[in-house]
């Protein structure tokens, strides 16, 4: 089960702050943008100046807070007549942009690799393209785990508590970002094959 499952319900406690920011004429492409711009800033910040540990904490309130924006953008498009083309491209791209800044910060931790931090950065963009490109083959946009945008937020926003804690990493902790990486690969596989066995299923009626 991926925490993508849990969304409806978030979705819900949202609803009435949708409402009152349709009424203020607050657009879903403003939201997708403000999310973006904070969350390439958090991690620049973190990763160039450098700042104690303790701004690590910074991220899972910051990650908590861009997944209700990324409810919210969604809501605005779908219940209040803002879907649009451009809303499309940016819903997709500032999502990649966002995570990669916002793991960047983590190849200043020990005793994690900064290789297999951007491996996993990499594999990240790569698996939110599988899922997009669903429906170029008549399947749906996929969001299959193990490990989607929701599940790896949970897992760096635990990551940037217990660093911001001050609390020391285990020298077995190293293996984590490979762990990471081959559930994302795994995450873009599951998106091109469920993806190519909706769209089978979908020529076969």
């Not at 607050?26 to 973006?36: G, L």
């Amino acid at each position: 089960m991926s925490i993508y499952e849990l969304k409806p319900r978030f979705q819900a406690l949202l609803r009435p702050l949708v409402v009152r920011l349709h009424a203020m004429g607050v657009t879903a492409n403003q939201v997708t943008m403000a999310a973006c711009v904070v969350s390439v800033a958090l991690g620049l910040w973190l990763f160039f100046a450098a700042p104690s540990l303790a701004a690590f904490g910074l991220i899972p309130l910051w990650m908590f807070l861009r997944m209700a924006f990324n409810a919210i953008d969604g809501m605005l498009a779908r219940e209040h007549n803002q879907q649009s083309k451009l809303g499309a491209f940016l819903n997709e791209l500032t999502d990649v942009v966002s995570d990669a800044a916002l793991y960047l910060p983590f190849a200043l931790v020990l005793p994690f690799s900064g290789f297999w931090v951007g491996t996993v950065i990499v594999l990240a963009g790569l698996s939110e393209f599988a899922g997009a490109l669903g429906p170029t083959v008549g399947a749906s946009r996929r969001y299959d785990g193990p490990l989607g945008k929701s599940d790896r937020a949970f897992v760096f926003g635990a990551l940037g508590l217990y660093v911001a804690l001050g609390l020391p990493l285990p020298g077995w902790t190293a293996w984590l970002m490979p762990l990471l990486a081959v559930l994302v690969a795994w995450t873009t596989v599951n998106r091109i094959r469920r993806a190519l066995a909706e769209a089978d299923a979908a020529g076969r009626h």
